[in-house]
């Protein structure tokens, strides 16, 4: 089975600094990528996915994810956070598209 | 289009009692997933229906299980409920073609007590 390790559980940043929320994946085969957000009382969104081609992948709210496959890793980054980045995110990796495995979460909190 | 709905949005039982939770899928979408979430846990995938089949199961106990129905509408039971059952299930769906974009529901918050 595959495990997901998000380094960091919580993360508190200021407004307007940049962030980086780490994410590493045990496999040695090829593997789907994903970062969901999920805000107080509500589901997961999808923020970004990788399947192939380019290793930086741009998603929605001015986030990217950087899939480097030697290092089985996936970051999350964003240049600038607001206060509304507040959340929780969590990273997952499938396999074959119809299981996924998530990492614990990590908490982001922006200080203003 | 509406998203994916789940009911109750919050339910207390007594340990012992069992439990049925429900997800409405979003239209078209015949892929529903069941995942269980804990703060130490994380989120841990616990199975996967596609038209009315249980196609993927998680390493939870057998008093979880699940069923999906010709509309694609979902539920899960969990029964003889423990104090460790209390999480928050959230069910996500996706469409056959699309596996990689799962849409996810509000959630229902079980707490046994």
């Known amino acids: 089975a595959q495990s997901v390790t998000q380094l960091d559980s919580q993360v508190p940043v200021f407004e307007e600094a940049p962030v980086e929320l780490r994410c590493n994946y045990s496999?040695?085969?090829?593997?789907?990528l994903f970062w969901y957000v999920q805000y107080p009382n509500q589901g997961l969104q999808l923020l970004l996915k990788?399947?192939?081609?380019?290793?930086l992948v741009k998603g929605i709210n001015g986030f990217e994810a950087e899939f480097n496959k030697s290092q089985t890793s996936f970051h999350l980054r964003k240049p600038s956070v607001h206060i509304s980045d507040t959340a929780e995110y969590f990273c997952?990796?499938?396999?074959?598209?119809?299981?996924?495995?998530f990492g614990t979460g990590t908490s982001l909190t922006v200080i203003p | 289009k509406a998203g994916v709905t789940q009911t109750p949005r919050y339910l207390i039982k007594t340990r012992g009692q069992q439990v049925t939770l429900s997800c409405s899928p979003i239209?078209?979408?015949?892929?529903v997933s069941w995942y269980q979430q804990t703060p130490g846990q994380g989120l841990q995938f616990l199975f996967e229906?596609?038209?009315?089949?249980?196609?993927n199961k998680g390493n939870f106990p057998g008093r979880f299980s699940g069923r999906q129905f010709s509309n694609s509408r979902s539920e899960m039971n969990v029964s003889t409920l423990e104090l460790g059952d209390s999480a928050l299930y959230l069910c996500?769906?996706?469409?056959?073609?699309?596996?990689?974009?799962?849409?996810f529901g509000p959630g229902t918050r079980l707490t046994v007590t």
């Open positions: 997952a990796v499938s396999e074959y598209g119809n299981q996924f495995y």
């Open positions: 990788y399947l192939s081609g380019s290793t």
């Open positions: 229906y596609f038209s009315e089949t249980q196609r």
């Open positions: 996500a769906s996706s469409f056959r073609d699309n596996p990689y974009e799962q849409y």
């Open positions: 496999s040695s085969v090829s593997v789907y």
């Open positions: 239209s078209g979408h015949r892929s």
